[in-house]
């Protein structure tokens, strides 16, 4: 077993500033990783066969259901092959943690997009794409918001041709995964994911209360159909720690004989016989390569950036774009070109009432509390439990500016972060995350100007995108990363979406609950010179403008890369069983890149149910064998 001092060097570095401390939370320490360490059940395979009758490529939130389901019933061999580690340090399992996990190189892949020409932060620079590269995928990195969208995306979906994607489809799917702290029939109970209550902070409780003075329904059960209204939030979280995809499925399933998965595999080619996809190659540490057989099918889960570069790299894409490369054509499919995300523009909260005690959000503060790690590892309990996502509003917009409440699809969500993000050159976390998010000259000098009050993030988020991007090959180079162009804010729609959420994160302010607690938004305490607009007064809807092209950022939920949609449907790479198109034979692709779009909130719980539900499609297809 590791010993003390080889726990504490898997944190972070703020952690061994305060040595001190840990002598004497020695014990909650060990105590947590022997925990951990029980939890994790199931090792990673450093040998593996020649043939298996399916190989998944990618150990993300759908890639880890894959491997759970097919593996199952004990007739077929699976193999999994991740491109990235183990998840056995601890912070990614502390909640608090998040910003520290996400923005570590070894869990993450560093893509950055190219340069946004219609968003003033990034038309000379780059945004950084944050996704997962570890087993769970970005379940294991990401902010752990639990959000099945509205029961309309679904909907759309089928009426797009995706045959058995509606939402009176997708929610037993919904439910067969989850165990919902919640009761009620429309909710799924005894399932592998655990779904918590947040911790709650005490301006949770301010803010839906602000918000509802608006004229904002509360929403408790906002995960049975319709979101719209305002919510705390719910996460993927069991016993104050994160539960990801690979703890809910993949773990409990490396302990079956027929189940291998091997990290640190790079897959860099489908190989092919005609056009039949037989098995994949692979490259490992010190760049040697293997390949392996699949006598049934290959399952490509790999997320909406690395899947399409896949696809691509293995001759399936636009024709145009595979000549360019000198890349044999397998296939002529639009692969990467119908690439979305969702975009943001956070405003920092404080607030000047000293009525609102500062709350314990400070990741590197609580790290050096012997009394926080004790009540963390011991009882799973206490600040550190805490994820990003204290509450959420979800509402709809109209032609003339309003935002209402309607049974259609949301336009946009308010995420709200219990902390504000600042600057802090003392932080190694926040300073990494502020130079990981490449946040943008203009955005990044109101965080260096925020004070140290209590306060909130409020992010709006424009929820369905009209603009739409591409995933594009750099080379034929397999190990160099793709080009990645989300294209956001293109579309003039999406920018005068946008700012009616900025709108409503104003009037949110001008509350009677709000107004009592003296907030402000940070950039109107800076001296004019060092406001996003100095010249342009901070409440009016040109300011409103200023921000949209100035602070906007992507959310890092990328999909819609390999859109599904009817056979025959040429804007399509993959069909409602997930069968790639194009005369492909024994090729699927289930993850969120399917999405024709996006979600109306957070999409690692789609991503989940994509997983359940592939699962299912491909097993009918070998029922009886």
């Known amino acids: 077993m590791e010993n003390l001092q080889q726990l504490v060097d898997k944190f972070p570095s703020t952690l061994k500033e305060y040595k001190t401390t840990v002598a004497c939370g020695s014990i909650a320490l060990l105590s947590g ?52 580690g183990e998840d056995d340090d601890p912070k990614i399992h502390m909640p608090m943690g998040v910003l520290d996990a996400c923005t570590d190189t070894k869990f993450v892949w560093q893509d950055k997009t190219v340069p946004q020409p219609a968003s003033e932060a990034y038309i000379d620079s780059a945004i950084q794409s944050q996704h997962g590269k570890v087993l769970g995928g970005s379940s294991s990195v990401n902010w752990m918001a639990y959000v099945r969208g509205h029961r309309e995306d679904y909907n759309s979906w089928e009426s797009l041709g995706c045959t058995g994607w509606g939402w009176s489809n997708v929610e037993s799917y919904f439910r067969k995964m989850e165990d919902y702290f919640l009761p009620g029939e429309e909710l799924g109970h005894g399932g592998p994911l655990t779904v918590s209550a947040n911790r709650n902070l ?28 305002v919510t705390k939030g719910h996460v993927t979280a069991k016993n104050g720690r994160r539960w990801s995809a690979a703890q809910a499925y993949l773990r409990p399933a490396m302990k079956r004989s027929n189940l291998h998965v091997v990290t640190d595999a790079h897959v860099t080619k489908i190989l092919f016989d005609g056009k039949r996809a037989v098995g994949v190659r692979f490259v490992r540490e010190g760049g040697f390569t293997y390949e392996v057989l699949a006598e049934k099918e290959v399952i490509i889960s790999s997320g909406a950036i690395n899947s399409p570069h896949l696809l691509l790299l293995s001759g399936i894409g636009p024709k145009e774009e595979l000549q360019k490369h000198g890349i044999p054509i397998v296939a002529e499919l639009p692969v990467g070109l119908n690439y979305q995300d969702h975009s943001t523009a ?16 400070l990741y590197k503060a609580n790290l050096s509390s012997t009394k926080s790690l004790m009540e963390y590892f ?40 219990g902390g504000p993000f600042i600057v802090d050159p003392d932080d190694e976390v926040l300073s990494r995350f502020n130079e990981f998010a490449n946040f943008g000259p203009l955005l990044l000098e109101t965080m260096k100007n925020a004070d140290r009050r209590q306060g909130v993030v409020l992010a709006p988020i424009l929820l369905h995108p009209r603009s739409r991007g591409s995933i594009t090959l750099a080379s034929a180079d397999p190990l160099q990363r793709p080009v990645i162009d989300p294209n956001i804010l293109s579309d003039p729609e999406d920018q005068r979406i946008l700012k009616i959420g900025l709108k409503f994160v104003s009037d949110v302010l001008k509350s009677p609950t709000m107004t009592s607690l003296g907030s402000y938004f940070s950039e109107n305490k800076f001296p004019t010179k060092d406001r996003i607009a100095p010249d342009v007064d901070p ?87």
């Open 33 to 84: 990783y022997l925990l951990y360490k029980y939890q994790s059940r199931g090792r990673v395979s450093e040998k593996w066969n020649k043939r298996y009758d399916f190989i998944v490529v990618g150990a993300g939130s759908a890639g880890c259901v894959l491997a759970n389901r097919l593996s199952e019933n004990g007739k077929f061999s699976v193999l999994v092959l991740e491109a990235g």
């Open 202 to 229: 005490r301006t949770t409780d301010y803010l839906i209360k602000a918000i509802k003075e608006l004229g904002v329904r509360e929403n408790k059960s906002y995960n049975s159909g319709d979101n719209q209204g």
């Open 346 to 361: 956070f405003r920092n909260v404080f607030f000047e009432n000293p009525q609102v005690p500062k709350e314990e959000h």
């Open 378 to 417: 011991i009882k799973g309990k206490g600040p550190l439990t805490t994820a990003a996502g204290q509450a959420f509003s979800f509402f709809d917009v109209d032609k003339e500016g309003n935002y209402f409440l309607s049974n259609k699809m949301p336009e946009i969500q308010i995420f709200m972060i």
């Open 539 to 625: 409440e009016s809807e040109e300011y409103l403008e200023k921000l949209v092209s100035t602070a906007c950022t992507v959310c890092w939920h990328p999909a819609g890369s390999c859109k599904m949609g009817a056979e025959g449907d040429t804007s399509a790479v993959v069909d409602p069983q997930l069968r790639v198109q194009g005369g492909i034979q024994g090729l699927r692709v289930v993850d969120n890149s399917i999405m024709p779009h996006l979600t109306s909130g957070n999409t690692n719980a789609p991503a989940i149910m994509i997983g359940e539900k592939g699962s299912d499609l491909i097993l009918q297809s070998y029922r009886g064998i």
